[in-house]
């Protein structure tokens, strides 16, 4: 979710204000293997009520998601060895051109409209009769809009009780980051990794060292970089349907980077965060004030399009080298406590995978500057070798049912479902708290403490 599109309320991430995370994710630290404990969304025992269902065991198991947070109607079947069986999508592009944005009660009633059909085209593809051929029931329960949430949460809880199946709540933010473990095959990206998550409503910086374990170093200060790109689109009257940043990305390949002199954001802050408000206000500044025969061409849309993507990007690519050169610091530090390993029963791992997901995740242009970052960034470990980047194929960075099956099935492995009965949504639900909050990994100094005194980066 998050919905930069959306065009009434606008839910973010960020600050914590409802969130009981970082003593729910301290209390696991150091639980060994095997042994029971909840993840992301079992951070507010009351708002999801752990089950003792499970999936069946010795064989593997398969999972319908569905994803109802913001403006796509995903459903999608998946198998606990990381296979999609069957996917289907409802988009509301259509609707989108039509009202400039999201607007919440039109988008609840296309749910409603459409999450029957959806459910029944991923079962047909995964070649199912009814849902009572698969082995457990997910929904992303937050964040998001309340009003879509509950679509697709009632939609699910019905699922689950009618044909007596395991039920699982999903926390969005933490679907799209466990995405690259199902694109790439979970035991290949172990834990730790550091994520970018960066949508439609949320850009954020996380040091993800397992489920329900996200600290959060950075987020944005203002929009989101998606939102940016959504704003920029309409800006230069590009078709926002189901997103501007598809739209602004083809355009920026016919521009010139450098030809709209566009100032990077928070060059002398040398910390975590993002902020793209007063990028997106530069851009508007830029286009009021060229001339009005200028304004009109193509080649001056393509290099607004150009010099906002690379001022963004050059952004992101600074906050990313100061989050590695943090990573490299952990060495020396870094105690069994990070991977949330009993006393010697894992040797530290020290982070040298970077994830990027959320739907900018889907720009051609941002992967191929991130995959020059990492390459030429020796990762922590010592033994010269770069950074991993690690990036779901476009279709599966932005909102869509695959990621809402694959984190239950984490979840399942975990030993983790719910209680569908009385389960309700909600909107605000940070993933995270920020690192000052005690987040980082035991015997680390906070990140933010480390950087008032100019140690970290
Ligand atoms: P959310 O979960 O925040 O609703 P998604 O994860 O589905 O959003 O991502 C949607 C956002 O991703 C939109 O703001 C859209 O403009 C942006 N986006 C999608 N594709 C691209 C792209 N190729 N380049 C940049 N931004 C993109
Ligand atoms: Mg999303």
Not at 71 to 93: F, K, N, P, W
Request: hydrophobic share 45%; glycine share 12%; with cysteine.
């Amino acid at each position: 979710m998050g919905c930069g599109r959306h065009i009434i309320v606008r839910a973010r991430g960020g600050l914590p204000s409802c969130c009981s995370s970082s003593a729910a994710s301290r209390a696991h630290v150091g639980l060994g293997k095997g042994v029971q404990r909840s993840f992301a969304s079992a951070a507010d025992e009351h708002f999801l009520r752990v089950s003792t269902r499970g999936p069946p065991v010795g064989r593997p198991f398969t999972v319908l998601g569905i994803e109802t947070s913001c403006d796509d109607t995903g459903v999608a079947i998946v198998s606990s060895d990381g296979r999609i069986l069957g996917e289907a999508l409802a988009s509301q592009a259509a609707l989108h051109e039509e009202w400039g944005g999201v607007k919440p009660d039109v988008a609840r009633d296309a749910h409603a409209a459409a999450l029957d059909r959806v459910v029944g085209e991923a079962l047909e593809r995964a070649g199912l009769a009814t849902a009572a051929d698969v082995d457990a029931i997910a929904v992303t329960v937050g964040p998001g809009l309340e009003i879509c949430l509950r679509v697709g949460c009632e939609g699910a809880k019905a699922l689950a009780l009618a044909h007596d199946k395991p039920f699982v709540g999903v926390h969005h933010l933490e679907a799209h980051v466990l995405m690259s473990r199902l694109a790439v095959g979970a035991a290949d990206v172990a834990f730790p990794f550091l994520t970018l998550l960066t949508s439609g409503g949320h850009c954020q910086l996380l040091l993800t060292r397992g489920l329900g374990k996200h600290a959060v170093l950075g987020s944005t200060l203002d929009d989101a970089l998606g939102e940016a790109f959504d704003k920029v689109a309409r800006l230069l009257e590009l078709p926002v349907g189901g997103g501007g940043g598809p739209a602004l990305e083809a355009l920026a390949r016919e521009g010139n980077p450098a030809a709209v002199p566009l100032p990077i954001p928070m060059q002398k802050k040398r910390n975590f965060d993002f902020s793209f408000a007063g990028l997106k206000t530069a851009v508007r500044l830029a286009v009021e004030r060229a001339p009005e025969e200028v304004k009109r061409t193509r080649q001056f849309q393509a290099d607004v399009a150009a010099s906002f993507q690379h001022a963004a990007f050059t952004h992101l690519e600074q906050r990313l080298s100061f989050a590695m050169g943090y990573c490299a610091r952990l060495e020396g530090v870094i105690d069994g406590a990070m991977n949330g390993a009993q006393d010697g029963a894992d040797p530290p791992r020290l982070p040298g995978t970077l994830v990027v997901s959320g739907g900018v995740a889907a720009n051609q242009e941002l992967r191929r500057r991130l995959q020059a970052l990492c390459d030429a960034t020796p990762a922590p470990g010592g033994d010269g070798a770069p950074w991993r980047l690690l990036v779901p194929p476009p279709r599966l960075c932005t909102d869509n049912g695959v990621m809402v099956a694959w984190a239950a099935i984490e979840a399942l492995n975990e030993g983790g479902s719910h209680e569908a009965e009385g389960q309700g949504v909600r909107a605000r639900w940070p993933l995270g708290r920020l690192a000052e909050n005690a987040e980082v990994p035991k015997g680390t100094k906070s990140a933010r403490s480390d950087l008032r005194k100019g140690i970290a980066v």
